[in-house]
Each structure stands twice: as structure tokens, then as C-alpha cells.
């Protein structure tokens, strides 16, 4: 079952489409806030900021893995990281109703 009918279903048979308008909505929602003020607050979940990366210059320096070697470092433009941070509510509930166990392997 995708999300969108999860939703639909959760929310007394509203159907699909309204449901996939309003999901559509908040993106954009989310979206204009990253784009506007580099941060997107979704109540109830975390919050969406960007993070500036600056450029990054080539260059070689020590490898930490193979002691006396030299590895070499490529350049790197700057760029818009995101980033979720989410409630202290959201953490809590995680810490508390979700099971601890190891991720199946792909």
C-alpha cells in the first residue's frame, strides 16, 4: 500500500486525489520555504534547513589510512546541503515505541 493510500484510507475513504493535492500542496509549501528562507518547518515532524557547502580547493594531503602516502583531493563546487532536524516529540517517540534491531541487507 502506497502512502498516498494509507492516508486516504486513515482519513475516512477521502479519496486519493484529494488526499495526493494536499500532499502535492505541502511539497510546495516546502519547497518555497527552502528556495525563500532556507528552511521549511512540517509541525509535528522537524524542521528542513539548507546548509551552504563552500567550494572546496584540489589539492593532495596525508592519507590517514596508509601511513607516509599522499592522496590526492578533488575540487568541489559550492552547494545547498539539506538537512532534517527533527521535534524532540518525533525523538521521543522513536525512543520509545520503535523496535532497535538491524536493517535487512540489500
Request: overall charge positive; charged content about 45%.
Amino acid at each position: 500500500m502506497s502512502f498516498l493510500d494509507e492516508v486516504a484510507e486513515r482519513c475516512d475513504g477521502i479519496p486519493r486525489k484529494q488526499v495526493k493535492e494536499v500532499y502535492d500542496a505541502i511539497v510546495r509549501v516546502v519547497h518555497r520555504g527552502l528556495r525563500k528562507e532556507r528552511r521549511a518547518k512540517l509541525p509535528e515532524l522537524g524542521i528542513f534547513n539548507l546548509r551552504y557547502r563552500p567550494a572546496r580547493k584540489a589539492g593532495v594531503k596525508d592519507d590517514p589510512f596508509h601511513k607516509g602516502q599522499k592522496m590526492k583531493i578533488k575540487a568541489k563546487e559550492a552547494s545547498n546541503k539539506v538537512t532534517f532536524r527533527p521535534i524532540k516529540d518525533l525523538k521521543d517517540y522513536v525512543k520509545e515505541k520503535v523496535e532497535v534491531k538491524k536493517p535487512k541487507s540489500e
